[in-house]
């Protein structure tokens, strides 16, 4: 005979004693962990939407059983609906809503065709963030919701042995069910004494094929996926600067010229009137092609190796400077080298300038009213007694 205990009876349970089961796969409080938005909640078990009892179907009674409580039990949300949840990635446009309507969170679409290095920026704009390499940025790390991303990115990028035909941190795909995962999010504070507040950052990772088609038609169907467009207060474009420099690039000038028209485009009609960072990425193969001047590596417009190459950027940038946007260029290396090896070069600046603009605070000179000629001092006029 079996000295097996039998299996706890969970149907004949009533609700608030079944077995816990959650929807987030990194939450361990069902079996005696710890839930994964521990943070957010006092009491996560009694707080946390993501916990859910486990529901049951009918339950057949004999007449001797006594009936079962029979309080109305939440089922557990939609596959659909779960996916608006944190789950530590990247958030969707469910989520990313979410967020917004909570806070003022501010948007950077970050724009380029595939392998122009997009991920690269964000993941090594991160590492400096995280290691409280701020230079300049007024602002410090102080949390965020796609954590899990982000360190998959890290580890990603700190395993590449520094071949460049491999790839450093891997190429944004999106599957068909769940095309609209395209946001890292940021929480930063601002260094400022006095300045409390926790800003929401997300960043846009979007795969190179969307972008593309975005430059070169407006389909219906890029119009609904990236709708949030409508909404960003910064549009970084970033233009591949050896394939635009190289033999033969006339191609590649093309194409970027096409997404920089597109960004200039987002910002002329969006509300918001975003600013425009554009970024030539991978600088560090062009060497000594560049000039050495910080100010001068901000207008491409006088680079030598620019003069004849790319002619169509240069000629959009010129017209968008024209058209009054608010514009600024930059050059960065993502990863010059692996991450033992040296450092990025220059990634911070965009950051820092975009943030400038997005979080801009208008400040007010307190008034002061002018005292005219010959004016009585207050002394002079107050009563010290009663007539």
Known sequence: MSDALPSPNVEGLPAPLRPLACNNLDCTLASGGKCARASEFQSPEEECTDLQRQSVGSVALSPKEPPANTAAVVSPPSVKEARTRWGGGKLNSAAAEELMRRS????????????????????????????????????RFAGSRSLLGLQKLCERAAAWGGLPEKEIVGHTTLNESDDASVFFHLHLRPKAQGDNRILDILLSDV????????????????????????????????????????????????????????????????????AVVVVFTKIDKLGDQLPSDAEALQQPETWPIFEKKAR???????????????????????????????????VMAPFVWAMSQADARASWERPTPPIPENARGFLAVRRWSRP
């Open 104 to 139: 003022p969170a501010r948007v950077f679409a970050i724009l380029g065709p595939a392998e122009v290095g997009k991920t690269c920026l964000l993941t090594s704009f991160f590492l400096e963030l995280a290691q409280g390499q701020h230079h300049d940025l007024p602002y």
């Open 312 to 346: 169509r950027v240069l000629a959009a940038l010129s017209r968008g400077r024209e058209q009054g946007l608010n514009i600024r260029c930059f050059a960065v290396s993502a990863f010059p080298t692996t991450i033992e090896g040296g450092h990025p070069v220059n």
């Open 207 to 274: 795969p190179g094929e969307w972008v593309t088609d975005l430059a070169a038609y407006d389909s219906p169907e890029n119009r609904h996926r990236l709708a949030w467009l409508s909404r960003v207060n910064v549009v970084m474009a970033l233009v591949d600067a050896p394939a635009v420099a190289q033999q033969g690039g006339q191609r590649a000038d093309l194409q970027f010229s096409r997404v920089i028209e597109r960004a200039f485009e987002i910002a002329r009609k969006s509300e918001t009137r975003p």
